[in-house]
């Protein structure tokens, strides 16, 4: 007996099978954007092979994204979840801060400094993060509205505990963690790429990653199933306020300063990245490998425009229409999915 | 199994004067309900008379205003889903709360996810592969077929949606499935293997609360039926004993000895009426309707 409906003889099942298989791999976004990216670095190689593709310029090109890519890592838990978060850049800016202040504070080029500062930098990006996500969960207030108030918040405190002068990191971070190297690549790659890796193992193969995408794919049937559901939203927006938090610290390592008015639309290129790939600003489908794709395509457009000699202002401009073509595409498979 | 319902047992759950408002809307006014171990209990009702808000409170994703819920003749609080289902009381409910983006297996075992063993299970790592193959098993045992397994619930059609709802459902119960409206989308044929199925749930000892509009499915299937009207229990029946102008009537409030218009009087007398049948009737009846 079964209660299927509909469904195909026994003997159709096997192509089926396949024909859902093939399917699914030609309606990931993943594979199309991960082709997009392959054929923009294989024709910016063709056309600039000894300045674009060098280890040089690739090298600068990931140390260059790695910074945004732990942003864009968190943003596409909380973007799973159906929410967004506008106030990374501010919370960045604030942990680089009270990071460079603590610092300072012990002694800047002390060695407790060095274990200090990137424990107060995650520290204040946590309390953000949970800061946000206590407000959209138990307040109910749209995660839009909440966040661009946290990134108002974060901003604008920045600049109070600064007095609007940037802060400079010591000479020990900056020209330490700034530049160190392993194996020629930077820490700073290094740091992002385990993290990336590990957060993508986390939702793709954790109860952590499960319950992210059950929130966003039905909220109120996560609930009943029995999710905890409001303390799982405090752990995601906890999770992308941490490494805000973190790339604020990378960040004063890196460039040496606070950046206070640098960072203004980090959110922006952070949900950007996440879009393009593929994750669903409406929730329960996004993977990571998505996401490093997506913040990539900008990085090489950027880095491959400058090479050319096009004016900077078309990456702008590509990437925005890339952008919109990937929420049409997103929005279509969404339609040819509820058929 | 039926021999043991007799007139003095306690009921398996029962709720007393649950009473919930949504905002004005008053969706329950003081509604009662019952049912007994290993029986299948139809709750029928107008759209409207609260069925739905009912299996939500009884099954822990909503809470009474008042009222009292008894497992067992205890007094319980199902403050939380996590707390009906301890008891053993599943619910395939009315929107089949699934997951669309997630596979018939997530969807499965969504909030009792299975863990790998070891220190990585410790660390919240799925075990994917039991997961899937328990999935799978629990639906063919139940006699729900699914194709594929690694495609997500929004490719299903609506019939399969069904089946994983129902299934889930009826895998995890140990006492009660409360099942709203789970033909709804689905034709005869379906229909009748659904009911087929109640009836298996029913004979694995596990009781059953249908909600369905059709009145032809619920006196085949059903050893008892409660009406529901306005937000308040207004009649009892044993199945085998009530025509089916009796259950319109009770439902829509033309009953015959409804003198008054008042609810609480319709229920009253219907509901001590009704109670008596029903304890002579479903003892003697249950074995013999044909399965
Ligand atoms: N979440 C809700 N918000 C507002 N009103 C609701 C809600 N749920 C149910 N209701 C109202 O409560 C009443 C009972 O609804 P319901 O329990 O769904 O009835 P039934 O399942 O018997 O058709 C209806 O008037 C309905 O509009
Ligand atoms: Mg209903």
Redesign the interface.
Known sequence: ????????AAGR?GG??GR??LE?VAGSQVVWIALVLAAMLAAFAMLRPHSFATGFNLLNLVSDAAILLLLAVGMTFVIITSGIDLSVGGVLVFSGVTAAKAMGAVGAESGTALWLGPVVAVATGLAWGVLNGAVVAYGRIPALIVTLGTLGMSLGGALLLTGGVDLRASGRLNLGLGLDRDLGVPDIVWISAAVTVALAV?LA????G?HT??I???T????????RVERQLVRVYGLAGLLAGLAGYLSLAKYGITGVSAHSTDNLQAIAAVVIGGTSLFG??GSVLGTVIGVFIPAVLQNGFQILGVRPFWQQVVVGAVLIVAVYLDQWRRRA??R | MSGERGGAETPLLEARGIVKAYGHVEALRGADFAVHAGEVVALIGDNGAGKSTLTKIL?G?ERPDAGTILLDGAPVAFD???RA?EAGIE?V?QD???????TPA??FF????V?RGGPLGR????D?RAMRERARAECER???????D???V??L????R??VA??RAVAWARRVVFMDEPTAA??VV?TG??L??VRRVRDSGVAVVLISHNMQDVKAVSDRIEVLRLGARVARFATARVSMEELVAAMTGATSDAVSDSPSDVSDGAAGRGAEGVRGEAADDAGGEGR
């Open positions: 007996m079964s209660v299927e409906v509909g469904g195909p099942a089926v099978r859902a298989v699914r986390l193969q954790c109860r952590f499960r995408y059950a966003g794919s039905n109120e049937a996560a609930r009943r199933a029995g999710v329960g489908t999915g509820d | 099954s994703v939380r889903v996590e289902r619910t409910h089949l709360a699934l997951c669309p983006q997630l997530a969807n969504l909030g009792r996810e863990l660390l919240g790592f799925l994917h139940l006699g729900v077929r699914l194709r594929s690694t495609v997500p929004s490719t059609s609506g019939g399969q069904q089946g129902v299934a689905l034709g379906q293997r659904v087929d199925l």
